[in-house]
C-alpha cells in the first residue's frame, strides 16, 4: 500500500482514526472528544485493542467535506505524536483505506485482509 500524505477534500464523508497505546490513551481521548465538540463529529468507542483493519487502539471520529477544511489541519496541530488515518467513505472498504487514505503522522500498516471478497 502505497500512502498518501497530504489529505485532499474530494468525497462527501470520512472517518478519522486516531491512534494510540496505553501511554497515549489520556491524550488520545481528550483529542476525540475536543474534536467532537469544537467540529461538532460522531465520535466512536474509544477501542484498547485493535479493531477491523485497524493495527492499534484507536477511535473514530465521522465528518463531512464541509468539516474537512477546518478538521484536518486542527488535528495536524494538535495531534502531537499520534498518527492519525483519514479516509474516504466511498462505499468501498478497500479503496477507502488504500486509494483515499490519507496520514497525519507516521503510516501504518493495514490488515486490508478483512476487505477481500471470499
Partial sequence: MKPNYFPVNIHQNYHAHAYFNAETLDFATKLCLQAGELFHLKIGRIHQKPIGPHP??????LFN????DTLIPWLDKYRDQLSVLIHALSGDNLKDHTDYAYWLGSSHELKLSIFEKK
Fill in 56 to 61: 492499534q487502539w484507536s477511535c473514530q471520529m
Fill in 65 to 68: 467535506n464541509t468539516q474537512f
